[in-house]
């Protein structure tokens, strides 16, 4: 009953009764109330969304005052000495590399920014799956970074807590969390059980609930503490977590719970029923349990027991996952157990899929020393049951996001990670887990042998690897395993090793793809990114972290183990596809991590641990096996690049690129290319050569005959495999990655290839160079940093600006000495994606050489010297002295001279690439006796030895071939030996050297098995043409003939010299002698044979002897037994192409020509009458029309009435004037909240206000007359120059609109582009008519009087001339005078009183005239005097706009009375004041503005105007402009002044008033007044005299009399001085705008947008995209491009520190302004470098901005459909 009395009272009351209660000494009252209140505050019972119990605890847990002052209070204790700021998804945070210990280390940006990291190497990056703040961390990040807050370790000094504080906290909590808890499993359903599985709405009802725990962990260390007891308690968890007996909701609801708990294991119930049955381990058929240990221990004896038969299980079958001890970890494989609330909230999280706020609390409570190691183990506890939750998502991505949130806090700290292995089996769990998830998804493997293949490998098809789903538990493995003591472990434990090979074999052969040999496969499956990114992130990643732990003498074991077991589980795999010698032909898989795991700890071994190799490696016949797949990938590669895969799709291709792809090649192509050497290096040279041409397929290709049968291969494929094969070969011989270079030869190697290949940007060149062996991230002690090894190997260049517009990175570009001793086509050959990047490298080298004049020809790749060999691979060498090689080499020589089909240049650069890497590579110990040489015994064997040095010079006589009896080399008649006696020709039958590799490699791969020791040199009779595939259509039969020959490999070079330099004898006998080597680095083949020979000869003196020989019997090439058509080929063909190369140039230079011309008339597109109207200085014109080009039809002829031709312009409307201010000073952008941009100082503003002050008083239409508008929203017109007849550009538009293709403008909205320059136009103004005449009519000079032409100009406006007849040219200009009006918004036309009247459209077209007008002056820089016409004279059309305009306006006249020319000229009778006149009065002439009157005056009067009445008008409007000034000035006079001056002045009248004023402002001294009178007036012509017309002036002003005296002023005094339209000025560095705006809230919806950005214009903040800001239909950012720039807007968007453009309908992105240190722009902030203000840039955005010309510069430009 207590309860309830309280429960009646005031909720702070009770709270402090209570807690006076429970502070007695004896408090057990107390506590029973308490108790009995909270049974009826937390009941689960009531619904969750009732806040009556939350707003008790607060009361309760503050114990009587308020909460807010409880909080602090409680804050005020805080001992931490860690950050622990929690973030979630897309916050930003920092990373610093020269602080972190871990790669994982962040910060936020408090702590970074109070924080000294000056020059460190650190980045901002936006957070993918959240995190938390590392600051405090000593574990994570070195000291020297904390920031000045947790550097002090604050908890020293800190009181501790009173007991009373917190006591009701510790009473109240506990409960609380239970009731969390149960409402969690109340509102739990399993995803089976029910159709709507609803649990965000159970999430909704409890947000207020956990948002309370939340903020309980945001109190600081006090309360943190409080709470992990309680978490941790295990005793309240079994006295609350069943809930009382009587309680049948707290019953049930403890059954709910208990029923979810049941297959929290990896083993469900079910599974463990039947698995008890069968103990007997199983084939690899079976399901997860066999790897998981059929039967789970009962006992602790029991799995002790199992573990010693560990070992004893034979290798065949896959074993059974064992954990290393007893049964603490079954946990695992059993159902959960919880033994307190933390875990049991840990276990709802995950049944809930992480709710973002539960996972916020867990980590919330991170910084709590207790809590994080309880909690981590908790976590370890639920990782297979997370797994299992994960499988089952649907929202697997964000889930994932969420458990790596909270994974990577707990495993980057080293002391934690540890911790766990030892006590928690943190490996084995892992491990278990990976196993577990990949056997879902298994497939029967088909390589090799389709039925019976016993190997299972992971289906990339399966949702598991599509989406990435083993993501999170690969990264925590990798994660752990970068800590040393962690990999030590896994290292050592053996049976952890045999099972990761496992998991690891599950991937070696995956995604296999079979070559379509028909049709075109149906569907490209695009498995393989799932499949490449499963072998990088699952077997990869795994494998350099532990690669790290490996890297000195003292792991040696490791690396034994490792190796060992890799050679186990690859045995298990050749017999699992039952492999014995041949790969099956026509499939090949990318994807065999078992090889690369052997292949990288092999390299490890000997390059870091000083392990000698052979101890390492198998026997030969494994060998064997194991370079077979790795060769077929290299050979696959060839044969997708000859596209001989192309009927298996694109995707293909992807494979063979991504292969060789900079993230992926140092884990896949290198490994593999590292193993076949090792292989070659310890295989017989002959039959790994052989079986490199057989898996080529080019094997029917090397034979002597000039025509030969394929039976694999189309021809036109022959050429490329043969490429393919030699390239692979040098490759294979020539590349040092793994075999000797350093870690900073290989950085430079790689550097130096992928500068050479294109001048790359900073960014790209750390993405494009492999992150092994170099971590780019972190400097690595005592190896050289990536920027070092980039100054010393490339320059760096500006960013600069092309002229087009378009905007460079900064760039390195290699220097001169790198392409002259480092370019290695080798290395680019292996590293480039596309094979247009080796040609782009060959230009950019032949580029260099012909640039610095070293070679001016077309260059061949050079040769590079190698860095030597680490011993021991020294066997590597043997395959450029083997005789199967050698065969090849001079069968391929033999060839290229012979002219044989499908050679090419790149097969001899190969060859002669081979040749060299012989001569520079000799075999040390050659054991000359092993091999008899007895000539007798080798006559067949084609050479005597292996060394390739004796073999140059050994001359083949005769060469047995097998062709087609169709073949040239088919004798008809009788052997043409010297005598035809039998026996001689018999005797060449004997000598004839017969070859073939497929026979060869035979013997060789029997010799191997059997170990024979047989003579090596034994004859092999060629394979009977019987056993090959004959194809269909029977081709002619082969039969065998013999070849005369008499060459060496030597005299070949020498002919194949003589061939490439086209001239008999080009190399005399003696050239030798005096040879230059030093030019020999670079060049052609020639080049290349010469530096080969000159090599030879300094090896060997026999060789220079044979080459003098060979050189001085030069003889010309007569191809044995051929008539000469191949040579008259040969010539015609050389003749051919000199015609054609001279038709190209001669079509070139036509071509040049023309391009100059247009580019000349191009550059100078005024047309001719542009501006003679303005122009007062031009000269006489000619009486003759004036003519136009049109560029549609190419017609000239002059502008009619019938058929006008008009100019193609582009119609903007433009706010840049109004946007004007007073001074210089560009206005500067607001970065904190004191700083604020006012914009009542613009110049359209004070236009506005100016404007209203005048509608105020004065009649509407006389005020419409007295202003301009225009200033914001006026119309700007630009030409590109180019006139088209007006019916021409009709048809044009339809065309376009016809026109399906996706255009960059709107057609329906008439915009085109010009026919002639592409530029972006959108109407068309139609030329007058005109002749020269005209002109000759402005010039005539006039004497009349002043008097007489004012009369005249009046007479000219009375007369408005004939009213345009209807005519096709008036009925055009109606139409453009709708285009502009158009343009621009309603908003902008209608000032007047009544919109649409006559007034406002007068008004609108003569400021069209001046907008324009003032433009210019802007685009002149303000002055007319310098510089004349600027480029935007250039597209200024202002005479043929003022003829459309004055067309226009002459439609309306001005009614007499009120017209101001009388006004300017005459007095007036005053009317009198009549009563009745209601009326508003006009604007008094003092407050009208000049400016406008001018082009009133000119518009309205008739076109041609006279140079006479226009000097009148301007002199006229100049008195006016003059009074109007000293009036201004008088009022600005103090009252004695006046006195002074109304005295003086009155006397002197006007004669002296103005030098009196010089004087008074001391213009003029004093002195030299009497001399010569300086007065201003007399420069004045007035029509009538001065004084009444002056006096009139200001009569008007002053019987104003409902205007006030300060309003008066404010119209009188006008000040037209505007600085130029100026951008806000940038801070220099981005960050500072970045941190002010990116959390600032809109302020139209007061929430922070999700894509921030800035007006440049004006400032403004505003959402992009944002659906909170719309109005009718339109965001926020185009709207404000209206109000702001009439459609053109300017943005900074805040999160991507890109600028886009709105202009009207269109966008684009126009680039960045901010540019990081290596100038280079960082779209969507990425990579998070500081950035800075490129001021360059920055200018050219306001050029485009100023001169209008965004639309001609900018090209990519799409529909926005006002969606920004």
């Given amino acids: 009953m207590m309860a309830a009395s309280l429960l009646r009272r005031d909720k702070k009351a009770a709270a402090a009764y209570l807690k006076a209660d429970l502070n007695r000494s004896d408090n057990t009252s107390g506590l029973r109330q308490l108790q009995d209140l909270l049974d009826v505050v937390l009941n689960p019972e009531k619904p969750a969304t009732d806040t009556e119990a939350l707003d008790w605890c607060k009361c309760l847990i503050a114990g009587g005052e308020g909460f807010e002052e409880f909080c602090k209070t409680v804050r005020s204790y805080d001992n931490a000495t860690l950050c622990g700021l929690v973030w979630t998804a897309n916050f930003v945070a920092y990373r610093c590399r020269t602080c972190g210990i871990s790669p994982c280390m962040s910060l936020c940006a408090e702590c970074f920014n109070n924080g000294d990291h000056t020059s460190h190497d650190f980045n901002m990056f936006r957070s993918q799956a959240g995190g938390a703040c590392d600051c405090g961390d000593s574990n994570v990040m070195r000291e020297t970074g904390f920031c000045r807050r947790h550097r002090l370790r604050t908890g020293e000094n800190i009181p501790s807590i009173p007991r009373d504080l917190l006591l009701m906290s510790e009473l109240v909590l506990p409960r609380f969390i239970l009731c969390v808890i149960q409402y969690l499993r109340d509102g739990y359903t399993e995803p089976d059980t029910s159709a709507e599985r609803d649990l965000q709405k159970v999430l909704q009802q409890l947000e207020p609930q956990i948002s309370f725990l939340e903020e309980l962990t945001k109190m600081g260390g006090a309360m943190r503490t409080i709470l992990t007891k309680i978490l941790t308690n295990q005793q309240a968890f079994k006295e609350l977590s069943m809930g009382q007996e009587e309680n049948m909701f707290a019953k049930n609801n403890y059954e709910k719970y208990l029923s979810a708990l049941k297959n929290s294991g990896l083993v469900s119930m079910e599974e463990k029923a039947q698995s008890v049955a069968s103990d007997s381990p199983v084939g690899a058929e079976g399901g997860a349990d066999v790897l998981l240990g059929s039967t789970a221990p009962g006992s602790p004896d029991e799995a002790s027991k199992e573990e010693d038969q560990d070992a004893g299980q034979s290798v065949g079958q896959r074993k059974r996952v064992k954990l290393s001890s007893s049964t603490k970890d079954l946990c695992i494989i059993e159902s959960l157990k919880h033994k307190c609330f933390l875990e049991e909230l840990l276990f709802w999280t995950i049944k809930y899929e992480f709710p973002q706020k539960m996972v916020t609390f867990l980590l919330n409570m991170l910084p709590d020393q207790d809590y994080k190691i309880t909690f981590t183990k908790t976590f370890v506890q639920h990782y297979a049951f997370i797994m299992k939750t994960l499988m089952k998502s649907h929202e697997s991505d964000t889930m994932s996001n969420r458990i790596v949130h909270i994974s990577v806090q707990l495993f980057s700290n080293e002391e934690l990670a540890r911790h766990v292995t030892e006590e928690c089996q943190l490996l084995d769990i892992m491990v278990t887990v990976l196993l577990y998830m990949m056997e879902s998804c298994l497939i029967k493997s088909e390589l090799q042998d389709e039925e019976n293949s016993r190997h299972v490998v992971v289906n990339c098809s399966e949702a598991l690897l599509k989406n990435n789903t ?132 092999l390299s490890k071994a000997v390059k870091c641990q000083g392990l000698d190799l052979d101890s390492l490696l198998p026997d030969q016949e494994m060998l064997m096996k194991i370079m077979v797949h790795p060769l077929q990938i290299q050979a696959c590669l060839s044969e997708i690049h000859s596209n001989m895969w192309v009927r298996n799709g694109l995707q293909i291709k992807g494979q063979a690129m991504t292969y060789v792809q900079s993230h992926f090649c140092n884990s896949m192509i290198d490994p593999d290319i590292y193993l076949l050497q090792v292989c070659a290096s310890r295989l017989d040279p002959d039959y790994f050569i052989s079986s490199v041409f057989e898996r080529f397929k080019v094997v029917d290709l090397l034979t002597m005959a000039s025509q030969h049968q394929n039976a694999v291969l189309d021809s036109e494929q022959e050429r490329p495999m043969l490429e393919g094969a030699l390239t692979f070969l040098v490759i294979l011989t020539s590349l040092r990655i793994h075999l000797g270079m350093t870690d900073d030869e290989i950085l430079r190697a790689e550097m130096v290839s992928q500068l050479c290949m294109n001048d790359r940007t900073h960014s790209s060149l750390l993405d494009l160079i492999p992150e092994n062996p170099n971590p780019k991230s972190g400097i690595v002690p005592g190896s050289c940093s990536f920027e070092e090894v980039l100054s010393a190997v490339a320059d760096f260049k500006a960013p600069v600006f092309e002229p087009g517009g378009s905007m460079q990175q900064g760039m390195y570009t290699p220097k001169a000495e790198v392409w002259e001793k480092e370019f290695d086509p080798i290395m680019v050959v292996l590293r480039t994606v596309y094979r247009r990047d080796v040609q782009s490298a060959m230009d950019r080298y032949s580029a260099f050489l012909k640039q610095s004049g070293i070679h001016t020809g077309n260059p061949w790749p050079p040769y590079k010297e190698r860095t030597p060999l680490h011993p021991c691979y020294k066997g590597l060498i043997k395959l450029l002295h083997c005789k199967t090689l050698h065969i090849v080499i001079f069968t391929l020589l033999y060839k290229i001279w012979m002219d044989h089909q499908n050679m090419s240049e790149h097969v001899l650069c190969m060859v002669l690439y081979l040749i060299e890497l012989g001569l520079d590579n000799q075999v040390q110990d050659s054991k000359e006796d092993e091999e008899p040489c007895i000539e007798e015994h080798c006559h067949d064997s084609w050479f005597p030895g292996t060394n390739l040095i004796s073999n ?64 090596a040199n034994q004859v092999v009779r060629p394979k009977s043409s019987s056993t090959r595939w004959v194809p269909p259509g029977t081709p002619p039969q082969l039969v065998t003939e013999i070849l005369e020959i008499r060459e060496s490999m030597l005299s070949l070079l020498v002919k194949l010299h003589q061939k490439l330099s086209s001239k008999q004898n080009s190399l005399s006998a003696s050239w030798l002698d005096n040879m230059d080597t030093s030019r020999h680095a670079h060049g052609d083949g020639i080049t290349a044979i010469e530096r080969i020979l000159a090599k030879a000869a300094t090896r060997s003196c026999q060789i220079k002897r044979s080459i003098q020989d060979i050189c001085g019997k030069v003889s010309p090439p007569v191809p044995p037994k051929k008539n000469s058509p191949t040579d008259k080929k040969a010539m015609d063909k050389e003749e051919r192409r000199q015609r054609a190369r001279e038709r190209q140039q001669k079509l070139l230079a036509e071509f040049a020509s023309r391009q100059k011309s247009f580019m000349e008339t191009a550059m100078d597109v005024e047309s001719p009458e542009t501006e003679a109207a303005m122009d007062l200085g031009a000269s006489e014109m000619m009486e003759s029309e004036v003519l136009y080009d049109c560029v549609i039809c190419g017609q000239s002829g002059p502008s009619t009435e019938d058929r006008p031709t008009g100019l193609v312009v582009l119609l903007q409307a433009s706010s840049v004037l109004g946007h004007r201010c007073k001074s210089e000073e560009a206005k500067k952008l607001p970065t904190c909240d004191e700083e604020h941009i006012y914009s009542a100082d613009t110049c359209a503003v004070a236009h506005d206000v100016r404007l209203t002050l005048l509608q105020r008083f004065f009649k509407d239409s006389s005020c419409l007359q007295s202003v301009s508008i225009g200033w914001d929203g006026g119309v700007y017109v630009q030409t590109c120059g180019h006139t088209l007849h007006i019916d021409c550009h009709k048809s044009y538009m339809e065309s376009l609109r016809n026109d399906q293709v996706l255009q960059g403008f709107s057609v329906d909205k008439g915009e085109f582009t010009c026919p002639l320059c592409r530029q972006f136009a959108n109407s068309v103004l139609p030329c007058r008519p005109g002749r020269g005449s005209e002109a000759g009519a402005w010039h005539t000079p006039t004497n009349k009087k002043t008097s007489v032409l004012i009369k005249e100009v009046g007479d000219l406006q009375e007369n408005l001339g004939l009213f345009p007849t209807e005519s096709n040219l008036s009925k055009e200009m109606e139409l453009v005078i709708k285009d502009i009006k158009n343009t621009t918004q309603k908003k902008y036309m209608d000032y007047g009183k009544n919109p649409g009247s006559p007034d406002n459209d007068f008004l609108f077209m003569y400021s069209v005239a001046r907008t324009n007008l003032e433009l210019e002056l802007v685009h002149r820089g303000g002055n007319l005097c310098c510089g004349g016409a600027s480029a935007a004279a250039k597209r200024s059309c202002l005479n043929q706009l003022f003829h459309v305009l004055a067309m226009h306006m002459r439609l309306y006249s001005i009614d007499s009375a009120y017209n101001p020319w009388t006004r300017l000229t005459q007095l007036t009778p005053s009317k009198e004041a009549d009563s009745f006149d209601e009326e508003r009065p006009e604007v008094p002439m003092l407050f009208r503005d000049v400016p406008s009157l001018l082009i009133i005056f000119v518009l309205t009067m008739p076109q041609p105007l006279r140079k006479e009445h226009f000097t009148c008008v301007v002199k006229m409007l100049y008195n006016l402009q003059f009074i109007q000034a000293l009036a201004a000035l008088s009022t600005k006079l103090s009252p004695d002044e006046r006195q002074a001056w109304s005295s003086s002045g009155a006397i002197k009248k006007e004669e002296d008033e103005f030098s009196s004023l010089a004087v008074c402002l001391g213009l003029v001294p004093a002195a030299s007044l009497a001399a010569n009178a300086v007065n201003s007036a007399s420069c004045l012509e007035w029509a009538v005299s001065a004084f009444p017309l002056v006096t009139q002036w200001c009569a008007e002003v002053n019987a104003l009399s409902q205007v006030q005296a300060e309003q008066s002023l404010t119209l009188l005094v006008q000040d037209p001085q505007w600085a130029a339209p100026r951008l806000l000025q940038l801070p220099a560095n981005y960050n500072i705008i970045f941190q002010y705006y990116h959390r600032k809230a809109c302020t139209a919806c007061k929430k922070v947008p999700k894509d921030p950005a800035l007006c440049l214009v004006c400032g403004a903040f505003v959402c992009l995209k944002g659906v909170c800001c719309k109005q009718q239909g339109i965001c926020e950012c185009v709207l404000h491009s209206q109000h702001c720039g009439a459609a053109t807007g300017i943005f900074l968007l805040i999160n991507a520190s890109v600028i886009i453009i709105i202009r009207g309908h269109r966008f684009c992105l126009w680039g960045s302004v901010y540019l990081d240190a290596h100038g280079e722009e960082d779209r969507d902030l990425r990579r998070g470098k500081p950035l800075f203000l490129c001021e360059e840039r920055y200018r050219v955005l306001e050029q485009q901005w100023v001169s209008h010309t965004f639309d001609h510069i900018n090209k990519r430009w799409g529909p926005h459909y006002n969606g920004l």
């Fill in 952 to 1015: 140059l010079h050994h001359v083949i006589n005769f060469v047995r071939v097998r062709v087609p009896e169709t073949a040239p080399e088919v004798k008809r008649e009788a052997p043409p030996s010297t005598s035809s006696e039998e026996s001689s020709y018999g005797q060449n039958l004997r000598e004839a050297q017969v070859f073939s590799l497929v026979a060869e490699r035979r013997r060789k791969f029997q010799e191997i098995i059997n170990r024979s020791s047989s003579e």
């Fill in 470 to 601: 083993y993501w999170p538990l690969v990264s925590d493995f990798i994660n752990i395993l970068s800590h040393q003591s962690v990999a030590k472990k896994f290292l050592e434990d053996h049976s952890l090793l045999m099972l990761w090979m496992s998991f690891v074999s599950f991937f070696q052969g995956m995604n296999l793809n079979k070559r379509e040999l028909n049709e075109h496969v149906e569907f490209e499956s695009q498995t393989y990114y799932a499949a490449f990114a499963a072998e990088l992130e699952a077997c990869a990643q795994p494998m350099w972290g532990l690669l790290t732990h490996c890297k000195v003498r003292e792991t040696q074991e490791y690396t034994k183990t490792v190796v060992r077991y890799c050679l186990e589980t690859l045995q298990i795999w050749f017999d699992a596809i039952s492999f014995s010698d041949e790969p099956s032909p026509n499939q090949v898989t990318f994807h065999l991590p078992l090889h690369r795991y052997y292949a990288m700890f």
